[in-house]
């Protein structure tokens, strides 16, 4: 018998539901994810990025090896991954976990396949409701003319939003204010923002 089993687990910035484990037999089968934080993370290893080297990710993903595993630590470290492919126009950015645990030796091996997507560009500003005062949808349009066709950068659309849109809520998440539209043929991606 293998003393390894392989998992792909979801990490959701610390809590896990389910994981499919695949046996030697080739036969998966999903089940309440293990406890892991008894397991040390002996290695944190990246295949599939094509933008950045594997020491960029591990400078980004920034989860200690040689500790005990911890949930909270790989969904922040995977949140800080999805923010720096963000900052680079990869909005559809995703990454795979999965977990090669060693049993009699206690340890995690964690490698994370990542699927970049498409590079993206901002595209066009829509508005939509009514201005909280008068000229407030001009002087958008004419701060939004700064980043349209620059390529798309989750961080300055942040800064963005918060000096130009300052209707919004100050909740610290001023992108889940916007819808965003991905145009797959242009790879641009237009918004829109809506007044209250």
């Not at 949140?79 to 049993?103: H, M, S, W």
């Not at 409701?129 to 003319?145: M, P, Y």
Request: proline share 4%.
């Amino acid at each position: 018998m293998n003393r390894f089993a392989v998992l792909t687990v979801l990490f959701l910035l610390g809590s896990t539901g389910f994981c499919q484990t695949a046996d030697t037999s080739g036969r998966t089968l999903s089940s309440p994810a293990p406890d892991l934080s008894q397991y040390r993370l002996e290695a944190v290893l990246f295949e599939g990025s094509r933008s950045f080297t594997p020491e960029q990710l591990k400078e980004t993903f920034d989860v200690p090896v040689g500790e005990k595993f911890k949930h909270t630590a790989i969904g922040q470290g995977l949140e800080r991954l999805r923010q720096l492919y963000g900052d680079y126009g990869y909005i559809n950015f995703t990454a795979v976990p999965t977990l090669q645990l060693d049993k009699n030796r206690g340890t995690v091996v964690l490698t994370i396949s990542i699927d970049e997507g498409d590079q993206f560009t901002f595209g066009r500003l829509f508005l939509a409701g009514q201005e909280t005062r008068a000229g407030e949808a001009d002087a958008l349009h004419n701060a939004w003319a700064v980043l349209s066709g620059k390529r798309y950068d989750s961080s300055l659309l942040h800064k963005w939003l918060i000096q130009n849109a300052t209707f919004l809520p100050n909740d610290g998440q001023t992108l889940r204010h916007l819808e965003v539209h991905l145009d797959a043929s242009t790879h641009q991606a237009d918004l829109k923002l809506t007044f209250p």
